[in-house]
């Protein structure tokens, strides 16, 4: 079975320094990982994901995570946190076969003027 | 427009009354999801097609929820006699061959139980 674990329900961080968002994943086998944006009443938006490829991911609007498989982790971060970001944030991971998203409890994010 | 659309955006509906939910996905899409997120959690998953065929339901999905996908094309979400914890956002998305697992989602609609 698989499940993803956000460690952080809030995070704040002043604009202009690092954002670090954190996942753990449990998945039997090789997972896809994924996070997703979701700002208020706004859908959810795709930032970025990993299929078994390069194990450091570039998504859009300067945000990255990196697939490492010895810590069973896909944490997100961005050098330097604008207004914008602040948003909920959610790893995902796909199950095999189905593909249905399984998705963790959620990461808001605070920015700071 | 090629993203996912989902009517109405927006239900208000009475305890016990009926209500139905209309999700259209990217037309190339082959596989769609139903979600339901609850206010501070996560989407949840509660049953997912294939073309025309409902692979999978959520223990979520009382017998008061039915989905249909008739031509493997639209689909549609019956809450019948809804009660107050059904209040949530439901959400649809798809994804396709091309698409490598990552699923689009639609705006979601918003049921309010009184």
């Known amino acids: 079975a698989q499940s993803v674990t956000q460690l952080d329900s809030h995070v704040s961080v002043s604009e202009g320094t690092p954002v670090l968002l954190r996942c753990n994943y449990s998945?039997?086998?090789?997972?896809?990982l994924f996070w997703y944006v979701q700002h208020p009443n706004k859908g959810l938006q795709l930032l970025l994901k990993?299929?078994?490829?390069?194990?450091l991911v570039k998504g859009i609007n300067g945000f990255e995570a990196e697939f490492k498989k010895s810590e069973t982790s896909f944490h997100l971060t961005k050098p330097s946190a604008h207004m914008s970001d602040a948003a909920e944030y959610f790893c995902v991971v796909s199950a095999s076969g189905t593909y249905k998203y399984i998705f963790g409890t959620g990461t808001r994010l605070k920015v700071l003027a | 427009d090629t993203g996912v659309s989902q009517n109405p955006r927006h239900k208000i509906t009475k305890r016990g009354q009926n209500v139905t939910f209309r999700c259209d996905p990217i037309s190339e899409h082959n596989r769609l999801y139903w979600y339901r997120q609850t206010l501070g959690q996560g989407p949840e998953f509660l049953t997912y097609f294939q073309n025309e065929a409902q692979l999978e339901k959520s223990r979520l999905l009382s017998d008061r929820f039915s989905a249909e996908r008739p031509k493997g094309s639209f689909s549609t979400l019956e809450i019948q006699r809804t009660e107050q914890g059904d209040s949530a956002m439901y959400l649809c998305?798809?994804?396709?061959?091309?698409?490598?697992?990552?699923?689009?989602f639609g705006p979601g609609t918003r049921l309010t139980v009184l």
């Open positions: 990993y299929t078994s490829a390069a194990t």
């Open positions: 998945s039997s086998y090789s997972p896809s």
């Open positions: 998305a798809s994804t396709g061959q091309q698409s490598y697992n990552e699923q689009f």
